[in-house]
């Protein structure tokens, strides 16, 4: 098959229409046309290197590696395979092979592979680090650990090696040593952004704020960064005073993260602002009621003239922000009065009733949120609390969780209702306490002043700090953190007796 594919491209790019010099000089040609970002003319070149030396592996892994950077899976895969067989025995052969086998979602078999490669050079870190990556894929942080620090042991200085085990650390807790294992990659590497976001976020999450948040502006320096046509019309705003002047706060992060940075507008509009918040669609309802803003933009509508922007979560370096001085007056996100009565007769529990929000699962993209997730069979238990009435506040495909709910477990769903985050907190004034993983609902909850207990994971988000059961950005929120990853049993035990004592001191019940 590998043979009549290869014929099929070898002719359709006229590997033959030329005389070629070598194979060997035809693919350094290539490889120096990649280099320069000419991935089409590398391709063409390793082709015509293949018609005259169709027995070298070598040039079926340049062409399977040029593949997979293209996302050309199936023919990565081929050529790798091709490679394999003719050179069984070539130690990186093996380890591209493993690649394109991941990139196919065959992960058994690329483990294999990156074994077999480590066996037959011990000193190829890159055998070692891919070994690594799939480890920590499947939840081996100590597996992955021990593959990434020999790979830094065998290459210094290998970037991509400690960034991940600064990845390992941090999901095992280990949060000094991933600090450490961040900056070292950082260094390696000066232009590695992942690093420095992640050292950024690791001190932040020690309370280390006027270094964390210089190495969190990191992020704007992703390619996928949204606010580029912002800084193209205006400059950055550093905190100085603004006279009148029109800024543009930027919501360039998730929902949680806009809820939570929401607070500096007022501070902002005080250094004399006319404050305009650019958020998604969800929250642009929410937002428009809030103090200090002039006007709310949708994402994706066309922007105002501005003299002045900032995103965000830069807002509390422009302030100067420490743990000792968080703007943290709350409500500081209100509901409107007729959305919240019309909630109030939906919310009708049976008198003396203990009337409790419940989010369960993280809707991110994140790498972190099935993580971040409690399966709802885990909190079985907080249906067995006496006067307590449970409302899912839950969006997304976790909401058919409902569907097979444990026994006994009386959940009210509101999901089909919570049009945008205005009606969810319309629904929140409505409730007595809500229980949230680590998720927008949580911000909104805190932002409105509401007492809120949040379910952590243990290796948390860097705005919930280490060993306390409060936050200073949130005064009504109570923290639930996991003491082992990936085990809820203890936090939810707590948060059980938690909910049994808040919902007798709500109704008057003895205990």
């Known amino acids: 098959m590998i043979r009549n594919w290869l014929a099929r491209m070898l002719n359709r790019n006229e590997a033959n229409a030329a005389p070629a010099a070598d194979a060997e000089a035809l693919v350094r040609e ?7 970002g000419e991935a089409a003319a590398a391709e063409r070149l390793l082709y015509r290197a293949l018609a005259l030396a169709p027995e070298s592996a ?12 293209q996302g050309r899976v199936d023919a990565a895969l081929q050529c790798c395979e091709s490679g394999a067989r003719l050179a069984p025995d070539f130690p990186a052969g093996r380890n591209n ?15 294999a592979e990156y074994r ?44 991509l090696a400690l960034l991940n085990l600064g990845f390992t650390l941090e999901e095992r807790g280990e949060h000094a040593a991933a600090t450490q294992a961040y900056a070292a990659a950082a260094t390696a590497d000066g232009g590695l952004v992942e690093a420095h976001v992640n050292l950024g976020m690791q001190r932040l999450l020690a309370g280390r704020y006027a270094e964390g948040w210089e190495e969190y502006e990191w992020r704007l320096r992703y390619p996928e960064y949204s606010g580029a046509d912002a800084a193209a019309r205006a400059p950055r705003w550093d905190g100085h005073a603004l006279g009148g002047r029109t800024i543009l706060l930027d919501a360039e992060q998730g929902f949680g993260d806009a809820i939570q ?13 006319r404050v305009i918040v650019r958020c998604a669609p969800e929250l642009a309802s929410l937002f428009a009621a809030a103090s200090g803003i002039a006007s709310v933009v949708r994402r994706g509508e066309a922007l105002p003239p501005i003299d002045a922007w900032c995103p965000l979560p830069s807002l509390p370096r422009a302030f100067g922000t420490t743990l000792q001085n968080v703007p943290a007056d709350v409500p500081y996100l209100s509901v409107d ?5 019309r909630w109030r007769t939906r919310i009708a529990a049976a008198q003396g009733d203990c009337r409790v929000g419940l989010v369960w699962a993280s809707q991110s993209g994140h ?7 409690v399966p709802l069979r885990e909190l079985a238990q907080l249906g067995r609390v006496p006067r307590v009435r449970l409302y899912g506040l839950q969006l997304g495909p976790a909401a058919r969780d409902l569907k097979s709910a444990p026994d006994g477990m009386r959940l009210v769903d509101l999901s089909g209702e919570l049009a945008d985050f205005a009606e969810t907190a319309a629904a929140i004034q409505n409730l007595d306490v809500v229980i949230s993983v680590d998720t927008a609902v949580a911000h909104l909850a805190g932002a409105m002043g509401r007492p809120v207990w949040t379910l952590l ?55």
């Open 116 to 159: 077999r490669a480590a066996a037959l050079d011990p000193r190829l870190p890159e055998a070692r680090y891919n070994l690594g990556v799939l480890l920590a894929k499947r939840g081996d942080l100590a597996g992955a650990e021990v593959e990434f620090r020999e790979a830094t042991a065998l290459r210094p200085g290998f970037a």
């Open 97 to 111: 092979l493993g690649s394109a086998l991941r990139d196919a979602g065959r992960n058994a078999e690329a483990e």
């Open 367 to 373: 790498r972190t949120a099935s993580a971040k997730s």
């Open 30 to 36: 290539a490889l120096r046309a990649r280099a320069e």
């Open 337 to 341: 009065p007729e959305r919240a009565a």
């Open 58 to 69: 070598a040039i079926y892994f340049h062409l399977g590696d040029l593949f997979r950077a």
């Open 261 to 273: 940075f929401l607070r500096y507008a007022p501070l902002v509009a005080a250094r004399g602002g």
């Open 457 to 511: 994971k243990f290796a948390p988000d860097w705005r919930w700090l280490l060993g306390r059961e409060d936050s200073p950005w949130y005064p009504t929120m109570r923290l639930f953190r996991q003491e082992r990853p990936g085990d809820w049993r203890a936090p939810v035990t707590r948060l059980y007796e938690a909910l049994r004592g808040f919902a007798d001191a709500r109704t008057g019940a003895p205990r």
